[in-house]
C-alpha cells in the first residue's frame, strides 16, 4: 500500500462518524498544502516576516 493511501486512512479513522465530505476535503487539502510547505522550507525556499513586511507594507 501506497504511503498517501495509508495517511489518508488514518486521516479518515481520525475524524468523526458524522464527518461530510466537505469535512474529508478539507482536511487532505489541508494536508496537502502543509507538505508542500514543509518540503520548499527544508529546500530553503522561504521569504522571512521581514521581507514580506518590506514586500507588502508601505513604506
Not at 486521516?11 to 508542500?36: C, G, S
Request: hydrophobic share 40%.
Amino acid at each position: 500500500m501506497s504511503i498517501a493511501k495509508e495517511e489518508a486512512k488514518r486521516l479518515i479513522e481520525k475524524l468523526p462518524d458524522q464527518v461530510t465530505w466537505d469535512d474529508i476535503m478539507y482536511e487532505f487539502y489541508v494536508k496537502k498544502k502543509l507538505a508542500v510547505a514543509l518540503k520548499a522550507a527544508e529546500e530553503g525556499r522561504i521569504v522571512s516576516h521581514d521581507d514580506v513586511k518590506k514586500r507588502f507594507l508601505p513604506q
